[in-house]
């Protein structure tokens, strides 16, 4: 039972370094461990090894490390595309040296050679895609496609010029400083494509998390539907029931069964909770991301709106609190009036109950269809705007 508690706690602490290394930052795990585990996994190592290398190597120890540093996270780079390429590649060899000769079996056929060939090629064709296409360049000859696109709602967008790139700033721009451009629509810079999302690259991410999502489930199917085929193949339940007297119910065999698949085929074991476990991590991140593209929303505007709700609730509160101290005063210097019950002044609504409620107004979201489309077809690429030419002078 040894190597079978060393899978069970392996595929435990997997998951839990996994979910808070990509989950831990949620508000829901504000507190826990799995944030304090973020922040250690994000932050603390990357702290702790400076402070080595500062302790041995000295100042040039930490300039170097500094230099690394500037290179990963502030700089385009390809570090994270070879690490996918790595993870997909290795991945696939795993299964395919481990797996394939399983296949044909009772569950599943030989045609799934071919289909999770297919399947992966397009994971890394829809990689290559969004790494490489334009995710929407403001530039001198489109500015003003892109100006005419996106209006400015005088909330959260107000007309401006990038200081950077000393161009008119149309509405829900940004200038990357990863990147060193101002991007249309911009969404992220997202350090797995070496790449901003924006306007023009949005449909190939979205459609990358999306096809990502299921070859992982399609993954994890196809390995659970061949060691399941290697359980009849070798008459596994009949054995446990005529010869080993087990009941025969779900609950009696399943103990038996996992037990001997972990022992036999502890490999397809990992690799399929492997797979699961990242299925529903970029499930998550697309539904996620869904959501903001049914809405019409990109992760920068959420922030934005964030920002301006929570900076209106401020100055609403202070209104408030200024109203009610004013009319305290007023109180006071107003002819006296009979002293208020204690049970009604414990049970008085505070002013600050009455603040106004802040409303996101979001006058780019134009319905579901419209939303969707302007995902599948950028609005800069459409007729309409892309026929817009430059203000001249």
């Given amino acids: 039972m040894g190597v079978e508690w060393l899978l069970v706690c392996h595929g435990l602490l997997t998951l839990l370094v996994l979910v808070s290394f990509f989950c ?40 170097a490390i500094q230099n690394v540093e500037y290179f990963c996270c502030d700089r385009p780079n390809p570090t994270l595309q070879i690490i996918y390429l790595a993870v997909i590649g290795g991945t696939y ?50 500015v003003s ?34 990147c060193g451009r101002c991007v249309a629509r911009f969404d992220h810079h997202c350090g797995w494509m070496n790449n901003c999302i924006g306007e023009r690259n949005i449909h190939y991410f979205m459609a990358f998390l999306l096809w990502h999502t299921l070859l992982c489930i ?3 199917v196809a390995v659970g539907l061949i060691l399941a085929g290697q359980v009849r193949e070798f008459r596994v339940i009949d054995i446990l029931i005529v010869y080993y007297g087990v009941e025969n119910t779900f609950l009696s065999l399943s103990p038996h069964v996992i037990q001997w698949l ?3 085929y502890n490999t397809q074991i990992l690799l399929m909770m492997f797979l699961a476990i990242m299925a529903l991590l970029i499930a998550g991140f697309f539904g996620y991301h869904a959501k903001l593209c049914l809405t019409n929303t990109t992760t920068n505007e959420t922030f934005k709106w964030q920002d301006y709700i929570n900076w209106q609730r401020k100055l609403s509160e202070a209104r408030a609190s200024s109203e009610a101290l004013k009319a305290s005063i007023n109180g006071m210097t107003s ?10 002044t414990i049970f008085r ?8 409620v802040v409303v996101k107004n979001n006058i780019y979201d134009k319905g579901f269809i419209q939303n969707v489309l302007e995902i599948i077809f950028p609005l800069s690429k459409r007729r309409l705007y892309a026929n817009t030419k430059p203000k001249s002078g």
């Avoid at 721009?173 to 990863?178: A, E, F, T, V």
């Avoid at 002819?335 to 009604?344: A, D, G, M, T």
């Fill in 335 to 344: 002819e006296r009036k009979p002293p208020e019950s204690k049970w009604r």
């Fill in 262 to 264: 972990v022992g036999a």
């Fill in 93 to 142: 060899y795993l299964v395919a040296t481990s797996s394939f000769r399983y296949i044909p079996g009772y569950y599943i056929g030989e045609v799934h050679w071919y289909i999770s060939f297919f399947a992966v090629a397009v994971g890394v064709l829809l990689f290559l895609l969004t790494s490489l296409s334009d995710s929407g360049t403001v530039k001198s000859d489109n």
């Fill in 349 to 356: 609504r505070s002013p600050l109950e009455d603040v106004e």
């Fill in 145 to 178: 496609v892109y100006l005419s696109a996106y209006p400015y709602d005088n909330v959260i967008y107000s007309e401006k010029e990038c200081s950077t790139c000393k161009l008119p700033k149309p509405a829900r721009s940004k200038h990357c400083s990863i």
């Fill in 218 to 220: 399609y993954g994890t």
């Fill in 24 to 63: 831990g930052q949620w508000p829901i795990f504000d507190g826990t461990p799995i944030q304090r585990i973020n922040h250690f996994l994000t932050f603390g190592i990357c702290d702790y090894f400076q402070r080595f290398v500062g302790f041995v190597f000295g100042a040039r120890g930490t300039s």
